[in-house]
């Protein structure tokens, strides 16, 4: 089946400090990429939609100048955690789909701990 | 808004049993559901997906019904095994983008 990286797959930073995760489907062209966060022992709750070319759209309470998106090109999607608190310490997983219908694939996730 | 929910939230079964793990969804205007697994601090895997016009669908051991117009998945996994012992997912897409909602999970257990 398809396979999605997220790179790091854990990272631990200083509170007020900028992290950037990737998200790479690696054997199929991506038109969207998706971006969710899981808190322990609960579900994963939808941040953000990420289309090729265009600018992410954001589920509504989630900050886009904190949380930046970028999907520059059809295999790598980008999330960018600025100013880290130790609040935004998640699961951040990615997922990403050829088309409307079609399964999502999900990266490993990235594992984020703000000290 | 579409709201889904999974019952049981946990379960703990002996090794080959056959078990039934429940997911309803309040907006039956769906385009497809999925079932994925989630192991521990890791990703998702995608089980089955089945499309809004579609019954049921089955991958080995395990068969995902779905029931549009009551609201209702079920996922039935047969014969179970300790390595199937992880937690359960089931999302519904609207359409609206592709975006999926998800449940808030089944941790299964199969013992020994």
């Known amino acids: 089946g398809a396979v999605v990286s997220q790179h790091p797959s854990w990272v631990i930073c200083k509170s007020g400090t900028s992290v950037k995760i990737e998200c790479r489907s690696l054997?199929?062209?991506?038109?969207?990429m998706f971006w969710y966060r899981q808190f322990p022992k609960q579900s994963l709750m939808l941040m953000a939609t990420s289309n090729e070319g265009s600018k992410a759209t954001y589920e509504q309470g989630v900050e886009k100048d904190k949380f930046l998106i970028n999907h520059a090109s059809l295999t790598l999607s980008t999330l960018t955690v600025t100013s880290a608190h130790p609040e935004d310490s998640s699961f951040y997983i990615c997922?990403?789909?050829?088309?409307?219908?079609?399964?999502?694939?999900f990266g490993p996730g990235t594992r984020l701990l703000v000290l | 808004k579409q709201e889904v929910t999974q019952i049981p939230a946990a379960l703990s079964v002996p090794e080959g049993e056959n078990l039934v793990l429940n997911c309803s969804f309040t907006d039956s205007a769906i385009y497809n559901l999925q079932w994925f697994r989630q192991d521990p601090g890791k990703g998702l895997t995608s089980l089955l997906l089945i499309q809004s016009s579609q019954r049921e669908q089955t991958s080995g051991r395990l068969n995902a019904s779905l029931d549009k117009s009551s609201g209702r998945s079920t996922l039935y996994i047969a014969a179970s095994q300790p390595g199937d012992s992880a937690t359960y997912l089931c999302a519904v897409n609207n359409g609206g983008g592709n975006k999926l909602t998800f449940g808030t999970g089944t941790q299964l257990k199969v013992e020994l």
């Open positions: 054997d199929f062209q991506a038109t969207t």
């Open positions: 997922s990403a789909t050829g088309g409307l219908g079609e399964t999502q694939y």
